[in-house]
């Protein structure tokens, strides 16, 4: 009996499908075609520890509308985490200044904090319940994957934090952007934001939008 189980057991293990890496990694090759799945992978004979290694030390320029930046180490500017299924960026935040309300579309976040205070926070998409908290250094909050979040710089002083997302490319948007920074008709912005006349034109022509 015990022989015929041993059997069984390597009959399906070997029958079954291998989902296990059939290579080490996969650095971006930013020479050869982008495809749906990402970049297409460098020559392993061409790849350098270089390619494994990114610099998130030097502040992003916050000297801008929102007063804060995002130093992205995705697939695009870090081609070691192409396909490796993450990614990391760096946040600056400046005194008053604000990440609008934002997604992406592709990627779980996790944040932490290691200068300052970041009053941060998403809301669900069952509910709308907002998940609201001040945090400082040492902390850390997740982010689910397409669901609108925010930081907000929450002291005195410029805040910095670190992120990671479980996509090379989590994707981007910005939902004050994205509905004043087009050419969208005001009307329709108007109809489906239920502002009005005024606060639309005062928002496109602040946020560079037109129509």
Not at 182 to 206: C, G, I
Request: neutral net charge.
């Amino acid at each position: 009996m015990f022989h015929f189980f041993l059997l069984a057991l390597f009959f399906i293990s070997s029958s079954s499908p291998s989902h296990g890496a059939v290579q080490d990694f996969c650095v971006a090759d930013y020479k050869a075609p982008e495809g749906p799945a990402g970049y297409s992978c460098k020559t392993p004979s061409k790849v350098t520890v270089d390619d494994f290694v990114f610099n998130l030390g030097t502040p992003g320029n916050t000297s801008n509308i929102i007063k804060a930046a995002v130093t992205p180490a995705f697939a695009a500017q870090f081609p070691g985490v192409n396909g490796l299924g993450i990614s990391l960026g760096r946040l600056d935040i400046a005194v008053d200044g604000v990440v609008p309300l934002h997604t992406h579309p592709g990627a779980s976040e996790v944040l932490v904090v290691v200068q300052g205070t970041i009053c941060a926070g998403f809301i669900s998409s069952t509910a709308n319940t907002v998940y609201l908290q001040t945090l400082k250094k040492g902390d850390i909050m997740v982010f689910p994957q397409g669901l609108l979040h925010f930081q907000v710089n929450g002291g005195g002083n410029a805040a910095i934090a670190f992120v990671s997302f479980s996509s090379p490319v989590p994707g981007l948007q910005i939902v004050d952007f994205a509905l004043f920074a087009n050419n969208l008709p005001s009307a329709l912005v108007e109809k489906t934001t239920f502002l009005d006349d005024a606060q639309v034109k005062k928002l496109k022509a602040v946020l560079g939008g037109t129509g």
